[in-house]
Each structure stands twice: as structure tokens, then as C-alpha cells.
């Protein structure tokens, strides 16, 4: 008996997909009522089925189709939106630094919760596809994703603020430089955000944009204006490895408005110290050595060494260590002196 109902069963089953009631969203009343114009984005295709796939790929390639036109809807918003700022504020790129490339990509990108169906009828042979998406869910998503952004922006603008007024201005270059990309995703999905919901999206987080985009600018303006140099340098006091010179020629030559890196691609000089100490007298009171500095300043734009010298410094101390060290500290103004010429 069992295996009688199973047998009917199997034989029944191809029957019942035959006749598998077609889904309501195939009838245009139903569509539009009940996913109205002013709540979805929807579009809806049909056409015959052909001989050269099945229908599974057949529904899949209708899925995709009917999902591009949902998207497609959307795009020619976000191009009419730019064509109507080109006209208002001129070019984009001058007036705004508009990424237009960042536009396109996010409008071409398949809409968030964008979903579809599709179905295949047996008997006509025809295939049928739907997509919709909810606009305020869409909506939403696209104004988290905007002030995620804007907080990234806003964090790496801070970070960069404090590394300039620490002096690391190619740290600070580049953690500025990262903001421009970030804002440009900003303003790509304000664009899709808009053309979605219009009424009721316009401007968000606009002033705090516009004010990061002012801020970053009038920065890198600042920091283009410095000098860049690395600073490479071997100190030897009597065999112990030391920083005495570069560290006081650093602090001079910030002075003259110079910063420091360690990224050779960022710089545009670096400056190479050897500095070693030799004994030149002990008269049993009072230790007289010099400090001996080998000294290259090299253009690294240009790629040629712009200065080179070799300077010797006397300095006298109760000891050894103390005197060579003395000499050192007063080598490194002589140092800063001859290079400054180069670097302001």
C-alpha cells in the first residue's frame, strides 16, 4: 500500500508543477496596488522562453534583466541630478572637487535590498520577472552608510590635525589625502540617496561635508607648503651609539618650518649624518675630544646631493664622555646652519 501512494506520488508531482498557480505579481492591477510608485522602486518583464537554455537560466538571466531596469531607473536620476548641478554651480570638479567616477560606480552597483523573482509557465511558455525595492529601507541604509563615511572623514581629519601640530606633517599629508576619496563615496551615495527619496533626503550631513571638504583642503594647502626631509644619521661617542646631533638639527631645522618622515616617497630631501668622536687632549683637569660630522644633503626630487660637507667640532669637559659629547651639541648648530640655506 505504501509503496503505491509513493508511486502516485512521484507520478503526480511533474503534474502539480505543471499547474503551479502563477504568482499574483504577474497581474498589472495587482503590482500597483500593491506595490505603489511612491513607496517601490519596481519593473516587471516578460518574453518567450527559447530552445537554448533552460528554464532555470532562462529565470536567472530574467532576474538580473529586471533587476538592471530597477537600478537603470535610478541611474538617470543621478545623471539628470548632475547635469542640473553642472548648470548651477559650473564645473563639478572645480567648484565641488566632485568625483564623478565615484558617482557612476555607486549608481551602476546593484541597489541594497533591491530582491526579485521569477517564474516560468509551462503551458505558454513564457517567463516572467519582478523587482522591487523598498524606498524608505533603501533609504535608510544609504543615510547610515553616508554618516558612517562622514565619521570616517571627520576621524581621519582629526588625526591629521594633531600629527601637524606635532610636526609630522607627512603622516599628517597623508592621513589627509584619505579624506577626499571618503568624501567623494559621500557624495555619490547622497546622490543615489536623493534620487531614491527626494523629498525627504536632500542635504544630509551637507554642511558637515562641505565643511570636512574646506577644512582638508585649506590642510593639504598648508602642508604643501613645507619641506619634507628624512633624516638618516650614525652617531658614535667613544664606541656607545647616540642621537645628540640630528635630534638638535631636527629641532633647528623645524624651526625654519621643515618636518620629518621616514617614508623616503614622501620627502624632499634627505639629509644623511656620520658623526663620530675622537680624544685631543687630557691634561688631567680638563678632556678636550671633536666630534667629526660627515654631512649630505641630497634633493630627492631633483636626485642629486645639493650639499655635502665635513665638520669637525672641539668641546671640553671634566671627562672623556662628557667632552666628546659637549662637542656634539655644539657641532649640530654649524650643521643646521650650512643646510638651511637648501631647505627653506
Known sequence: MKKRNIFLYCLLLPITMLGQTPPRWINDVWRASSYPD?????????????????????????????????????????KSQQTVREEDYGTIETSRSYNREEVQTSADAEIV?????????????????FAYANKYEVAGYYKANIAMLVQQAGSL??????????????????QCEEVAP????????????????????????QAQMETLHNESTQMLARLAQGV??????????????VDVVAGKVKAALALKGCSFTDDETQADFRLRLEVSTRLANDNGTIVFCYADAAIE????????????????????????????????TDIAPKISEKISPWVE
Do not use: H, P, W
Not at 529586471?66 to 536620476?77: A, D, T
Not at 590635525?161 to 607627512?170: C, T
Not at 665638520?311 to 671640553?316: I, N, P, R, T, Y
Open 157 to 174: 581629519l582629526r588625526t591629521a590635525e594633531q600629527l601637524e601640530v606635532a610636526g609630522e606633517k607627512a603622516k599628517a599629508r597623508k
Open 182 to 205: 571618503l568624501l567623494n563615496k559621500v557624495r555619490a551615495a547622497q546622490d543615489l540617496l536623493t534620487a531614491i527619496d527626494a523629498a525627504g533626503s536632500e542635504g544630509v550631513q
Open 297 to 328: 644633503l641630497y634633493d630627492i626630487r631633483k636626485q642629486k646631493a645639493v650639499y655635502t660637507d665635513n665638520l669637525s667640532q672641539k668641546g671640553g669637559s671634566t671627562s672623556q664622555d662628557k667632552a666628546g659629547r659637549k662637542a656634539m
Open 228 to 241: 619634507y626631509v628624512v633624516v638618516e644619521s650614525s652617531e658614535n661617542l667613544f664606541g656607545s651609539n
Open 38 to 78: 511612491n513607496v517601490y522602486y519596481a519593473a516587471f518583464l516578460s518574453e518567450d522562453a527559447t530552445s537554448r537554455e533552460t528554464s532555470a537560466e532562462a529565470m536567472a538571466r530574467m532576474e538580473t534583466a529586471v533587476k538592471r531596469k530597477v537600478s537603470e531607473s535610478i541611474r538617470v536620476r543621478v
Open 113 to 129: 535590498g533591491l530582491k526579485a523573482e521569477s517564474y516560468y509557465d509551462e503551458k505558454t511558455k513564457q517567463i516572467y520577472a
